[in-house]
């Protein structure tokens, strides 16, 4: 059986934006900084293999809480009690005139299984605030307060927590929908255990699956950015000169950051945020000369050449591209095979190698720094869609510069050579490469884990 949570507040304390985050959704409801944004009652559920947990039911926000206690006071009202005057009031004139709004959380009042009040910890305890605690008592219905923007300091949650206590509340939660932390929503599935112990191993089912798909898309985020970096590595540029000329070196900047963009409207999506809510800023791409190193064991591998027991060796590579760029044309290309002899087996597979010398062409790549910053701005994503609410409207600009980060990820310059030495990696599907997207993956996962920041 489904429990109902109703969620209460006063306008514009975000109780909309809480509903957001706890379904992992940008498109529920409308949220902006304008008051009373919310004017019905609209609920949704959150499912899990295919049923219904838990019922959200949003509602418009408290606009004459102060007005609503003091008609409560009076005839007839004030003769009655408990679900009696709510439902004399709801059937009332002033539910359709002063009070159309409030009529229509106090409606639903009888109906739930909880009320979620929410707080904005960011206003002190007024008075009106007090009265709306009041009239959400008279429902005799349990009530779990929401301290809402929680996770930035504020000078009013100790008279909060007092007030709070003076009124038996302790099931208090703190929680932030801008500045989302599993933890909070862990310890508000943990308080309606407390208050519906006959839903407490579906509650516990439906944490352990929130936390494994937030696992699950972790790694996944993780994976997209090692396949965006082996990318981003194994690319080159066919140039006719270095340094490469400005419309030349413009072309390769733009496809390296349409690349990130991809990148990161993949980590948008998989996070189900609006394609807007995260923005490239602008910064200095650092390019390099591609050239394959001809002694690299995997290389010589894929020349057909095993090191050691071949009768050819890296160095005779290396003479044979030698001699091409010093004066063989394209039409002699064949006494390279002559001179390679046997050991070419694959020679084909890098022509590009030879033609580039015998035609004094050239091939831009990333240089190491820029991989490493493109790994830090791709980090810093995954950090903040990870820890961001669904409600937050403020779009996350990627940093431009990380120099005291490089330090913790020196390593990567490893896996930026082996990708730069197999520029057919690029966009496509190779044994090799993806293991080193696997090993590639593990460092960034624990580059994660070190950080002092932490993910929860």
């Known amino acids: 059986m489904t429990m109902s949570l109703l969620v209460v507040g006063h306008a514009n304390t975000g109780k909309t934006s809480l509903i957001r985050t706890l379904l992992r959704r940008h498109d529920f409801g409308e949220v902006n900084d304008q008051a009373g944004t919310t004017r019905h009652v609209e609920s949704v559920d959150i499912e899990m293999a295919g049923q219904n947990i838990l019922t959200l039911i949003d509602t418009p926000g408290f606009e004459d809480s102060i007005g609503l206690w003091e008609c409560r006071h009076q005839p007839p009202f004030n003769e009655l009690s408990g679900r009696d005057w709510l439902m004399a009031f709801c059937h009332s004139p002033l539910a359709d005139n002063e009070f159309e709004q409030e009529a229509k959380i106090l409606k639903q009042l009888t109906l739930t299984d909880i009320i979620l009040y929410v707080i904005d910890l960011r206003q002190a ?58 933890e909070d929503e862990k310890r ?22 929130r936390e494994e798909a937030a696992q699950l898309r972790l790694s996944a985020a993780i994976s997209l950015l090692a396949e965006w970096l082996t990318n981003a590595a194994s690319f080159r540029s066919l140039c006719d000169q270095y340094p490469a000329s400005n419309e030349q070196t413009n072309q390769f900047e733009e496809h390296i950051k349409a690349l990130e963009n991809q990148y990161i409207q993949q980590l948008l999506k998989l996070y189900d945020f609006r394609p807007d809510d995260l923005v490239q800023s602008q ?11 001809m002694f690299d064991k995997e ?26 760029s010093a004066g063989l044309t394209l039409g002699t290309a064949t006494s390279v095979g002559a ?14 190698t030879i033609k580039s010398k015998l035609t004094k062409q050239y091939f831009l790549c990333l240089e190491n720094s820029t991989l490493t ?7 810093d994503a995954i950090r903040h869609l990870h820890q961001r609410g669904h409600a937050s409207q403020q779009p996350f600009q990627l940093s431009k510069n990380h120099a005291s980060d490089n330090a913790a990820l ?12 197999h520029p057919n990696w690029y966009q496509a599907d190779h044994p090799l490469k993806t293991e080193v997207e696997d090993t590639l993956t593990q460092a960034l996962q624990s580059k994660l884990n070190d950080d002092s920041s932490g993910l929860s």
């Not at 508000?188 to 516990?204: H, R, T, V």
């Not at 001179?339 to 590009?352: E, N, R, S």
């Open 410 to 421: 020196r390593k990567l310059p490893f896996y930026w050579r082996q990708a730069k030495q």
């Open 125 to 182: 305890p007024l008075g009106k605030y007090l009265d709306e605690l009041s009239l959400l008592a008279s429902a005799n219905k349990p009530i779990i307060p929401i301290l809402n923007f929680s996770a930035s300091p504020s000078s009013h949650h100790q008279a909060w927590r007092q007030i709070l206590t003076e009124r038996h509340l302790h099931a208090v939660v703190k929680y932030d929908s801008v500045a989302f932390y599993f």
């Open 299 to 324: 290389v010589l591998k894929e020349w057909g050449i095993e090191t050691g027991t071949s009768a050819l060796t890296g160095a005779a590579i290396g003479a044979g591209i030698d001699m091409i």
């Open 283 to 293: 910064f200095h791409i650092q390019y390099d000369r591609w050239q394959q190193d």
């Open 188 to 209: 508000l599935y943990q308080s309606l255990q407390s208050l519906m112990p006959d839903q407490y191993d579906a509650l516990k089912a439906l944490i352990l699956a």
């Open 339 to 352: 001179l390679l002899g046997a050991g070419w087996q694959t020679g084909k597979h890098y022509k590009d």
């Open 373 to 379: 910053l493109l790994s830090l701005r791709g980090l």
